[in-house]
Each structure stands twice: as structure tokens, then as C-alpha cells.
């Protein structure tokens, strides 16, 4: 490390700070910190959403994916994903706006009753710590390992340079900082794929033939059971089920997990409700479906890149998930190593401060207070909220990392870990959300019911190497095996009359 990647680190993290800090200027009444006075232009709705979702699952784990699996396969969950944002544009952003919620378990309550939105902001509270946790200890891990510090210092200076401007400036503050971390991620990612191309012979072109000519970047996956021509629909099913990559696994998986962290996950959909109308939140979930396409295409390019590098005598490691941070350790130079760092710390903080910010909120409105509390006061909890949930998650990543030093798993990559974390809790609260969509039925004693047996499977299911001593069911199942029981069982109970609203009402 030289002067000038700290230096660069330094100046990303003062322009952060600044950004953060002016947006929250003046005191921040409880309309402004949770949703913005629901006037944040589309366009910074639209980046803050791109950045979010390039965490560092995408920034560390999926280049690590494309080198350790030399495919793109990765790509085929997008289609899925773009499926289910444009349904969700249309039609559930539409109507958050029209209940005019400030988060979306309120709408839980209006539908079923206090408890289930008591319920389901617990649940989504739960989930999003342990999540969001895990993907502070990947931009951490990597960072520890360019940087050669440890992890529990990159934990700690990620989560308190985030909380402070999230405290200050609510999601508005958010959002904005997120438009530059969007920045300086995309530059980092461009300053290590130059590099690669610079280090390999015939640059970019050489990656590219290495790739076809290895079959690297095949990113649809037909795969057929063992069995060939004669193979049974139990054999089909078997392999679906079990091949977390296979084309309808993946589409179906991605289409599924949009619909849950884009309408039941508080964290995604928080942003979504601070433009003006409705339609403008939904134009901007659509446009980011699109506006991820060619930025995962740039990750799962650094990935390939290194695997050619390696290929060519380049002297990558073996082991993907460090594949990346020992490259821009040991072969980039200064200041591009202190922009990747910069941009390491940007796929902290754009995750970390939108998960601060949506579990002070719930905490705040759904679970501590009560809606007939002033302006002042839930702009006070919320603040309060915000600070020690922070405390939280930096404990949680922290605790992550211990947990993996005592009890590694080579066999699960930072993508499949940080993709999976939030699956144990998304069966549920779908389910619950899709009955009050879809259906008149059920009630609050049902929702709470399907929140408890969808979590119930979801543990059975991310528990089955422990378990069964395989994996039968691949983890893009999960949310739609858990999201139709779930359903199906807050379904079966009848309207008890316990919301304000019934179905039809919901115009």
C-alpha cells in the first residue's frame, strides 16, 4: 500500500461523509428520515438501487463465481429478475404508494391486523441482521486481504463511516451516497479489468478467446440427467431440484427471490417509496433489472480474466474467493489498488447503510412505537433505532467471521452464501404478502402461523448438509418451496375482520 491509495481511500471516504452530511444539514422530521418527503428524484432512486445491490456479493463474489465455475451461469438468474421487477412496477409498488405506507408492514396491517405486521417486521428484522451481516464480512474479507489488516478493522471502519451519515440524513442521505458509491464501484471494478488486460497477452481479445475457446463464458445451462434419452420425469425433477445452476432452476429462482426482496424486504423497498407517485418508483425497480445486466457482465469478465491470467502462467490462486483481493494485493498498482479499495468499501457501505436505515425504520414504526406518536418522537426513535442496530450489525459480522475461522466450508462460495442468507425468512413473509395480494382470506393468528412454519422449513432446508448429509433441494427452490406453504396456510384460515382493509379495497 502507497500514499496515494490511501489517499484515494481518504478522499472517498471524506466525499461520503460530506455528501451524507450535507443532505442531512437541517434536523430531519420522521417524514424526511424514513421516506425522503417522498420526493428523491427517479434517477437517484434508480442509482441508489444499482448500488445497493452491488454489495460486495456481487463486487467480490461474482468474480469469484465466473473463476472458480469458468461460466457465467450466474447471468441466468437476471432473466428471472427482470420478470419479476417489471410485475412488480406495475402493479405492488403502484399500490404502497396509494396506502401511502412507510414501510411495507404497514400494509400487513392495514390487511391482516396488528399481529401479522408485528410479525412479519420482526421476521424481516431477524433476516436482514443476519444478511446483511454476512455481506459486511465479505467486503471485509476481501478487504483484509488486499489491505492485510483484520477483518474485525474493515467491519468496524465500513459500519461507523455508514452509520453516521445514515443517522443524519435518513434515507435521503442514503440514497445519494449511494449514487457515488455506485461510482466508485463501477470505476474500481474498470481499473482491475484494465489491469488484467494490460497483464494478458493480446489484452481483452486474448481473454475472450481463452474463454470460448474453454467454454468460460457460457452463461445457459442445459444440463440433461445421467440416464440420457431414457431418463424418467422423476430423473428430470431430481436434477432441477438439485442443480442450483440449471436454466429453470435459475429462472425460477431469480423471478422468485426478486419478488421477495423487492416487496416483502423493507431494505429494497424502502427507496421505492420516496419518489413523488407510485410510477415513478416503479420505472426506476424496472430500469435497474436492465441497468444490472451489463454491470454483472463487468464482474463476471474479472473473473474470467483471472482465470485466463491464471491459464497463461499469471499465477492466480486455487481458491476463487481470494482470487480476487490477492490480485489487486500483488498485481495493481498505486493509486488503481487504493480505487479498488475505495470501491470495496462502497460495496460495504451501499448494503450497510440502506439495512441500517430499513431496520431502524421497522423497529421504529412497526415494533417500538405506536401511530398515533408525534413527528418529533418517531423521528427520535427512528434516529436511536438506526444507531444501535448498527451496533448490531457490526457485532453480527464480526461474529460471522469468528464462526468461519472455527468452521470453514470450502464447498459454499461468498455468492451462494450471501445469496442464500435471507432465504430462511423470504418463504414466509412472501407467502403472507402474496395472500393479502392475491386473496380475501386469512387473518392475523394465519399470518403469524405461516411465519412461523414458513421459518420452520427455511432452517430444515439451509440446514440439509447437516441434516441429511446432502443437499436434494438447491437453495433457488427454497423461497418457492417455503413461499407456497406459507401461502397456503395463512390461505386457509377465514377474514376475521381483525385489518382495516379486505382485499378488494386494496384499489
Not at 452509520?163 to 481499473?191: C, E
Not at 451496533?391 to 470453514?408: K, S
Not at 427455511?458 to 418457492?480: E, N, R, T
Amino acid at each position: 500500500m502507497g500514499f496515494f491509495d490511501f489517499l484515494v481511500i481518504g478522499l472517498y471516504a471524506a466525499a461520503v461523509l460530506a455528501i451524507g452530511t450535507a443532505v442531512g444539514r437541517r434536523r430531519p422530521g420522521a417524514d424526511d428520515f424514513l421516506l425522503g418527503d417522498r420526493r428523491v428524484p427517479t434517477g437517484a432512486v434508480l442509482l441508489s438501487l444499482v448500488a445497493t445491490e452491488l454489495s460486495a456479493a456481487t463486487f467480490v463474489g461474482v468474480p469469484a463465481d465466473a473463476y472458480g465455475k469458468l461460466a457465467w451461469t450466474y447471468l441466468q438468474f437476471g432473466i428471472g429478475s427482470i420478470f419479476a421487477r417489471i410485475v412488480l412496477a406495475r402493479w405492488v409498488v403502484p399500490l404502497y404508494h396509494r396506502r401511502r405506507v412507510r414501510t411495507v408492514y404497514e400494509f400487513i396491517g392495514e390487511r391482516f391486523g396488528t399481529g401479522a405486521r408485528r410479525g412479519t417486521a420482526g421476521t424481516f428484522l431477524i433476516g436482514r441482521l443476519f444478511a446483511s451481516s454476512v455481506r459486511l464480512y465479505i467486503a471485509a474479507f476481501a478487504f483484509s486481504r488486499v489491505f492485510g489488516s483484520g477483518i474485525e478493522i474493515a467491519i468496524i471502519a465500513c459500519g461507523l463511516i455508514a452509520a453516521v451519515y445514515s443517522i443524519r440524513g435518513g434515507i435521503r442521505a442514503v440514497i445519494w451516497t449511494d449514487a457515488l458509491q455506485g461510482a466508485v464501484l463501477l470505476a474500481g471494478a474498470v481499473a482491475v479489468l484494465a489491469t488484467i488486460a494490460a497483464q494478458m497477452p493480446g489484452g481483452l481479445t486474448g481473454v475472450f478467446e481463452w474463454a470460448r475457446g474453454s467454454e468460460a463464458i457460457g452463461w445457459l445451462s442445459f444440463d440433461r440427467p445421467a440416464t440420457g434419452d431414457s431418463a424418467s420425469a422423476g430423473d428430470w425433477l431430481s436434477l432441477i431440484l438439485r442443480h442450483d445452476r440449471h436454466v429453470i432452476t435459475a429462472v425460477v429462482g431469480g423471478f422468485v427471490l426478486t419478488l421477495a426482496t423487492h416487496s416483502t424486504d423493507h431494505d429494497m423497498v424502502q427507496r421505492l417509496l420516496t419518489t413523488k407517485t407510485g410510477r415513478q418508483g416503479g420505472i426506476a425497480l424496472a430500469l435497474s433489472g436492465f441497468v444490472n445486466v451489463p454491470v454483472v457482465i463487468l464482474f463476471l469478465s474479472i473473473g474470467t480474466g483471472l482465470a485466463a491470467l491464471a491459464a497463461s502462467g499469471g499465477g492466480a490462486p486455487a481458491d476463487a474467493d481470494s482470487a480476487f483481493p490477492t490480485f489487486v494485493r500483488e498485481q495493481m498498482a498505486s493509486p488503481w489498488r487504493g480505487l479498488v479499495l475505495a470501491g470495496l468499501f462502497a460495496a460495504a457501505m451501499s448494503s450497510l447503510d440502506s439495512a441500517i436505515c430499513a431496520i431502524g425504520a421497522t423497529w421504529a414504526v412497526d415494533l417500538a412505537g405506536s401511530d398515533r406518536d408525534g413527528d418529533e418522537a418517531l423521528a427520535d426513535r427512528s434516529r436511536r433505532s438506526t444507531l444501535h442496530f448498527a451496533g448490531l450489525l457490526i457485532l453480527g459480522a464480526i461474529g460471522f467471521a469468528e464462526f468461519e475461522r472455527r468452521f470453514p466450508n470450502p464447498e459454499l462460495s461468498l455468492v451462494t452464501i450471501a445469496l442464500s442468507s435471507m432465504t430462511i425468512v423470504y418463504g414466509g413473509l412472501l407467502g403472507v404478502f402474496g395472500c393479502g395480494f392475491l386473496t380475501r382470506r386469512g387473518n392475523s393468528r394465519g399470518a403469524v402461523t405461516a411465519l412461523v412454519m414458513g421459518g420452520v422449513l427455511g432452517v430444515v432446508l439451509f440446514l440439509q448438509k447437516m441434516l441429511f448429509g446432502s443437499v436434494p433441494i438447491a437453495w433457488p427452490w427454497w423461497i418457492p418451496i417455503t413461499a407456497t406453504v406459507s401461502c397456503a396456510i395463512a390461505c386457509s384460515f377465514p377474514p376475521d375482520g381483525g385489518g382495516e382493509v379486505a382485499r378488494a379495497d386494496l384499489r
